[in-house]
Nanobody
Framework: QAQLVESGGGLVQPGGSLRLSCAASGSIFSIYSMRWYRQVPGKPRALVATITGGGSTDYADSVKGRFTISRDSAKITVYLQMNSLKPEDTAIYFC?????????WGQGIQVTVSS
């Protein structure tokens, strides 16, 4: 069974940058979309960015112009480049892959933006 493993989180000062990675182990075919979500305590998980199987991208309004989602199809890896980070970007970030007969989540990784 395929699994997703996230990396790249941590503590960064406001205005800084981080790059999250989410790598799949195992075989995944016919990927429909790869997404990043984030969640803060007491709030529902929120969609941050999407990249479709065809390469189209979409972003939450709160991160447009600051975050960039990309992928390496050969490695089945999705990235989230986060620039100009703000304290309100602090959250646990989760990756998700939706594919034929597959809807899997990573374990989540903490991103903290604080001085």
């Amino acid at each position: 069974q395929a699994q997703l493993v996230e990396s790249g989180g941590g503590l960064v000062q406001p205005g800084g940058s981080l790059r999250l990675s989410c790598a799949a182990s195992g075989s995944i075919f016919s990927i429909y979309s790869m997404r990043w979500y984030r969640q803060v305590p007491g709030k529902p998980r929120a969609l941050v960015a999407t990249i479709t199987g065809g390469g189209s991208t979409d972003y939450a309004d709160s991160v447009k112009g600051r975050f960039t989602i990309s992928r390496d199809s050969a490695k089945i890896t999705v990235y989230l480049q986060m620039n100009s980070l703000k304290p309100e970007d602090t959250a646990i970030y989760f990756c998700n892959v939706l594919a034929y007969s597959v809807n899997i989540w990573g374990q989540g990784i903490q991103v903290t933006v604080s001085s």
